[in-house]
């Protein structure tokens, strides 16, 4: 069973746009940790942010936004104002903390902006 | 160099042939994970060192594919007699502490390969 869920495979976006990426993830423990990675065209993972289970406090790193919902068992992303340098291809995932060394990734969401 | 680096960058092989791939972890990293990224998906883990041990390998997909770490620093992932569906980019990840569940990966740029 997919343990990271994320719908939305393709998005395209005008520039400066808002756009919000979904995930929706597998709940097994209490303690689990939740990241969102981008992969650009170079493929290097680049990472983004990293949450626990126990902080459901949304973050805001410039245009980067972070929904965390438990309720939901959502980990949505927000860029606001998008830029071109914003397409990519981006990841949620999923780490258990009895099994941590094992890393759930989302198929990904590949992100356009257009100029 | 400042960040994980894996070579070859690109590696084409026939069926059959045996291919080692190459990861350079950040220097004095301890933990280092082998993931496997299909066209279109995303990352599958396959192994993780501490050190030099392997600690889990319940990813490989076969008794093909064959990891090292021996002095625990560069890991060579190897996979014998090759088959199409290895076509993959693999990717390089590791990390400064033991305990892996929380703290941040660092990948490499991966290496594309392609069975003929």
């Known amino acids: 069973a997919q343990k990271v869920t994320q719908a939305q495979t393709e998005i395209s976006v005008v520039e400066k746009e808002d756009v919000t990426l979904d995930c929706v993830y597998e709940?097994?423990?209490?303690?689990?940790?939740l990241f969102w990675y981008k992969q650009p065209p170079s493929g290097e993972l680049v990472f983004l942010i990293r949450?626990?289970?126990?902080?459901?406090q949304n973050e805001i790193s410039g245009r980067y936004s972070w929904n965390f919902q438990k309720s939901t068992s959502s980990f949505n992303f927000t860029i606001t104002a998008s830029q071109v340098v914003d397409s990519a291809v981006y990841f949620c995932?999923?780490?258990?903390?009895?099994?941590?060394?094992?890393?759930?990734f989302g198929t990904g969401t590949s992100l356009t902006v257009i100029p | 160099g400042a960040g994980v680096s894996q070579s070859p960058r690109y590696k084409v092989a026939k069926r059959g042939q045996d291919v080692a791939l190459r990861c350079d972890p950040i220097?004095?990293?301890?933990?280092l994970f082998w993931y496997q990224q299909a066209l279109g998906q995303g990352p599958e883990f396959l192994t993780y060192?501490?050190?030099?041990?392997?600690?889990?390998k319940s990813g490989l997909p076969s008794d093909r594919f064959f990891a090292e770490r021996p002095e625990g620093s560069v890991s060579t992932l190897k996979i014998q007699r090759t088959q199409q569906e290895d076509s993959a980019v693999y990717l390089c990840?590791?990390?400064?502490?033991?305990?892996?569940?929380?703290?941040?990966?660092?990948f490499g740029p991966g290496t594309r390969l392609t069975v003929l």
């Open positions: 990840a590791s990390s400064a502490y033991t305990w892996v569940a929380y703290n941040e990966q660092f």
């Open positions: 709940t097994r423990d209490t303690t689990y940790y």
């Open positions: 949450r626990n289970s126990f902080d459901e």
């Open positions: 995932a999923l780490r258990y903390s009895n099994t941590g060394n094992q890393f759930y």
């Open positions: 220097s004095g990293h301890v933990s």
């Open positions: 060192f501490q050190n030099e041990a392997q600690l889990d």
